[in-house]
């Protein structure tokens, strides 16, 4: 099975309103909430992908109980460990003229306790698991060297795994050698600005990118937006570039993960699975809500998606 | 026993930011989240001034159970009538500079089988109750004759009732001849403007003010914020000023409420009455979230509250 793992699961509430203002009371025309976090948004785009997925991670409280509901509603199993504290929320007010405020609540405070509790959890679920998704931030209480603690346990239960993380989390989980890292444009600057490189990164210059994907000392994708993705395997260095898309491109770096692990891929050399995830991510573009793909738009734009090596 | 109403109830979200901006996160520092609704505000202050108090009323969901667990952490009983979709959440985030966003999500759409459900189970809770007060704005699918219905109910009980609310709602319950009608100068205004009178009211005029609350053809209180509050009564007219106050003034004029008709009051004259409500309105001003009194801060302010016919 495909597990993900969510440590810092959240509740996404979207409001739809008419204009932003300070001040005074905003009337909110509609709600959306759904269940979230980078390993949720992998796991709920495999389920509707038909690949089934085991979502575990930490999860407490009310919204802890509406994340369970969301997942259980998108066919997700649903094994995540329960916490004391209240899971956190992200708010997201989206105006008519495209102007967004965003709100994210810090994470819940996880115990030593609740914290073992899962690592002993975690362990017993990789018997059966094949592939391991390890994406998102961490929350107080869980040490920075969590993935790394995380992708150890996987590999000596022989699963295969894909860290999307950033930060403190991101430098010390690289060190246990995930089997591939994705990070976004952005995850890379901040995380080479402190540990990889020496500062002279041009995400502009794709041999830089190469240069500081292979820092990395294993099999690295960066994600850049509208302009595809950068991958660097074992002899590999490799560009896709989807089709131009407009629109909302929250979730993309999701929907481009599991695209990197799902079961509904015709071939698995590494270039037909980043050409499925460039073609995935793309469907996802101006999608309302993250973590929303379209998998007959990605049948299409996958032919339109060009890959070279570099 | 006193029952307090809250057809609308809410989860209270209150975020600590550093500032607010647009087009980008904002990192919350701390979050509150409390019961809310005018009617729980109301039940909240009454039990912690130590007055026995019931809430019933509508919630449902996750915020809903968020909703009574703070109910239940504060001593108030909870007999809030269960419907199946989510109650609101409001979210405040309160910026360094004192700049605040507020976000007000629609009420959950109530069934008529919910509705009816609610009125019989209100019915049965009237044969040990006192007092009731009706507080709040109505959710969407109870119709706007909803207080008078409870109103007509309760006084077939002897019950006396406060209502506490605006717009149509308002105006459809003061038919039923509530015992006191309390109501803000934004409300007063709001319902003013198109039922009671000619559209010559003068908040700043005192007679404006006791002909706009004889139309309603009953006890009324209109509270003035710092000001104060104008009474109307069976052969009274009375002004109330509590001594200056700063702060955040949310949730006093549930403070007021809560001392019209809590326990805790040396005479029951309408004038000692309407005092100690002006004391405790001004005690909760400046202190952070709705629905919180200061006891003695209200006993000193109270030697300085000023009473006058008008």
Redesign the interface.
């Known amino acids: 099975m495909i597990l993900t793992v969510t440590l810092n699961a959240a509740l996404d509430?979207t409001?739809d309103?008419e204009r932003?203002?300070?001040?005074?009371?905003?009337?909110?025309?509609?709600?959306q909430?759904r269940a979230g976090g980078k390993g949720i948004n992998v796991a709920m785009i495999l389920a509707s992908l038909g690949t089934p997925v085991t979502a575990t991670g930490l999860c407490g409280?009310?919204?802890g109980?509406?994340i369970r509901?969301g997942l259980r509603a998108a066919a997700v199993v649903d094994v995540l460990w329960p916490i004391a504290a209240?899971s956190r929320?992200t708010?997201v007010?989206m105006a008519d003229d495209g102007?967004?405020?965003?709100?994210?609540?810090?994470g819940p405070a996880v115990s030593t306790a609740e914290w073992e509790g899962f690592l002993s959890a975690y362990g017993a679920l990789l018997a059966e698991c094949r592939v391991v998704v390890c994406a998102g931030s961490l929350p107080p209480g869980v040490p920075d060297t969590a993935y790394a603690t995380l992708i150890t346990m996987a590999h000596d239960h022989n699963c295969r795994v894909v860290l999307d993380t950033s930060g403190a989390a991101l430098r010390a989980g690289v060190e246990a050698r995930p089997d591939v890292v994705k990070v976004s444009r952005a995850e890379l600057m901040e995380s080479m600005g402190h540990d990889f490189t020496d500062g002279s990164l041009d995400l502009t210059d794709p041999e830089s990118v190469v240069r500081c994907l292979s820092a990395i000392g294993g099999p690295a994708i960066v994600t850049l937006g509208a302009e595809g993705a950068v991958a660097v395997g074992s002899g590999c260095r490799i560009r896709v570039r989807p089709p131009p898309r407009r629109g909302n491109p929250v979730g993309a770096g999701d929907a481009f993960t599991a695209g990197l692990v799902c079961d509904d891929v015709s071939g698995s050399s590494p270039r037909s699975r980043l050409a499925f995830a460039a073609a995935l991510s793309a469907s996802s573009v101006g999608i309302a809500g993250a973590g929303l793909v379209d998998r007959g738009l990605a049948a299409e734009l996958l032919d339109l998606v060009t890959v070279e090596d570099l």
Do not use: I, K, N
């Not at 932003?20 to 905003?26: N, R, T």
């Open positions: 509430v409001y309103v932003l203002s300070h001040d005074e009371p905003v009337r909110v025309r509609t709600v909430a409280g009310h919204r109980q509406a509901d209240e929320q708010v007010a102007v967004f405020s965003e709100y994210d609540e810090p």
